[in-house]
């Protein structure tokens, strides 16, 4: 609690100052708006559900995406990690695509696409992949040799070995990787949107922004923070919960 | 009749100039049913030659046979238990769902996959821990865990690794018990590497003691002490007494 007050001291005092300092005509209304005029902006948008129906599109296509990340960055990066010979072949085409930024693709799914969720979706999986793919690889090849030994001992075949040794030995490590995607997965999601998908909170926030609405534009943003704050939160909550006896699984 | 055969083998790592010998021309055969120890200090290829016979190396020259079969990789007829059994362990399995590990994929499923690691469980009187994670159980106990394991496998032949080196005195002769008297029932033969030279005399038919620099075979003693064996009548028995005293020299190079 008292924790809670202390980190509460920072912003509570920006807002006020910022209340007050537009309130003393120092920040103009036109681009700083107003604490208390964002917050009844982002109530009425909060109760009429626009809000929400953006925050929905917006965690769609950040789910979808970081589904498919995870989809196609879990199984790649045990293979690799495993097998040095498929790390040789596979590698240096990875480190070619990998440095390409995730929003130059946004004109080639648009053309493939079309505007709508699958467009945004296929951008934040490029996105998220490699932070998962790379946590995963680094994972397996730092996963307890022994295990492997165990494995062998008892003639597990290739399958059987990854499904019941290699996933679990490495879990922790990944679901590390793929909280690093969730903010990724977001923050990509956002920005297809401002920039050409038409849905969700960036493309709300855009249109706030055109529309001279600065209090509407905030309001989006400060809730943006507030979401993606929540999702970490819930992420390590999960972790915690389901993890703690994989969390011990790599080589000491 | 032979259940372990060691031909000639010698083990180098590296290649050229650089190579290292290992092991050197080592010959060994443990018979069907025989309890044999191997001591020598660190450094000797001890744990090595286990590998060795387990299949998880291949020696550079020379061969291993067991029974009829070349070993040129791991089988389940040969179950190893590993000294670090903090590692060897599957920290996200409870106990029971570890020894159940090598049943899987076999004929028991479902519900009598979990009574049979149970009744392994209770060999080691461990059924009380059936539900726990290793991380809450003693090093003992694990070790405990980690044989059950073993058993599991139903193995013809027992390798073991310095199993108990990590353990406390009392614990370490209660697991040196269980293990003659599980050797003795299920008839395993077994290997059992360890740098404690009065365990190696108590628990083995035979003691082979190894030098370092290569590691290679300095002697190999028959124990004449009759089984079952005694915590306190077997050590204090003259003939142990006079094997620790030959072996005790050997080791330290007189």
């Given amino acids: 609690m008292k924790a809670l007050a202390r980190g509460l001291i ?45 925050t929905l599109q917006t965690l769609q296509a950040a789910a979808v995406g970081l589904c498919l990340a995870i989809a196609l960055g879990v199984p790649i990066g045990m293979i690799i990690g495993v097998s040095a010979a498929t790390r040789l072949t596979v590698a240096p085409t990875l480190e070619v695509l990998r440095p390409v930024p995730p ?8 053309l493939i696409l079309g505007f709508g969720v699958s467009m945004e979706a296929a951008v934040v999986a490029f996105a998220c992949v490699w932070s998962v793919m790379i946590a995963t690889t680094a994972a397996v090849r730092s996963m307890e040799g022994r295990l492997a030994e165990v494995a062998r001992a008892l003639e597990m075949r290739p399958l059987a070995y990854m499904r019941k040794i290699v996933l679990p030995a490495a879990l922790a490590r990944i679901a590390v990787g793929v909280r ?51 999702i970490n939160w819930g992420l390590l909550a999960l972790d915690r919960r389901y993890l703690s006896h994989f969390a011990n699984a790599g080589r000491r | ?69 070349k070993v040129d990789r791991p089988s389940r007829d040969r179950a190893i238990v590993f000294q670090d059994y903090g590692r060897a362990l599957l920290p996200w399995r409870k106990i029971w769902s570890n020894v159940a590990l090598p049943l899987e994929g076999g004929n ?23 539900d726990h994670y290793p ?79 290569p590691g290679r075979v300095v002697e190999e003693i028959s124990v004449d002490l009759p089984k079952p064996r005694d915590q306190l009548t077997t050590r204090e028995d003259p003939r142990f007494l006079a094997h620790r005293h030959h072996l005790f020299g050997l080791l330290q190079g007189h």
């Fill in chain 1, 10 to 54: 920072l912003p509570a005092t920006a807002v006020i100052g910022w209340e007050l300092a537009s309130r003393a005509g120092v920040l103009s209304l036109d681009t700083f708006s107003r604490p208390s005029d964002v917050v009844v902006a982002g109530a009425a948008a909060f109760v009429d559900g626009s809000l929400l129906l953006a």
């Fill in chain 1, 103 to 110: 929003v130059a693709l946004i004109p080639l799914s648009l």
């Fill in chain 1, 180 to 230: 690093v995607a969730v903010g990724i997965a977001l923050v990509v999601a956002v920005t297809v949107e401002i920039v050409v998908n038409p849905r969700g909170l960036g493309y709300g926030m855009i249109i706030a922004q055109q529309s001279l609405r600065p209090d509407l534009m905030y309001a989006q943003l400060l809730w943006i923070g507030f979401v993606g704050w929540v």
């Fill in chain 2, 1 to 69: 009749m032979t259940a372990i055969d060691i031909r000639d083998v010698s083990l180098e790592y590296g290649e050229g100039s650089g190579a290292r010998l290992i092991l050197s021309d080592i010959s060994l055969t443990v018979r069907s049913g025989e309890f044999l120890s191997v001591i020598g200090p660190s450094g000797c290829g001890k744990t090595t030659l286990l590998r060795l016979i387990a299949g998880l190396v291949t020696p550079t020259r020379g061969a291993i046979l067991c029974g009829d079969r």
């Fill in chain 2, 108 to 130: 028991i499923q479902g519900a009598a996959l979990r009574e049979r690691a149970i009744e392994l469980l209770k060999v080691m009187r461990l059924e009380a821990v059936a």
């Fill in chain 2, 135 to 213: 991380d809450q159980l003693s090093g003992g106990m694990q070790q405990r865990v980690q044989i059950a394991r073993s058993l599991a496998q139903e193995p013809k032949i027992w390798l073991m690794d310095e199993p108990f080196g990590a353990l406390d005195a009392i614990t370490r002769q209660q697991l040196q018990d269980e293990v003659a008297r599980l050797a003795a029932e299920r008839n395993m033969t077994v290997v059992f590497i360890t740098h404690d030279l009065e365990e190696a005399i108590y628990l083995g038919d035979r003691v082979v003691v190894l030098g370092a620099h």
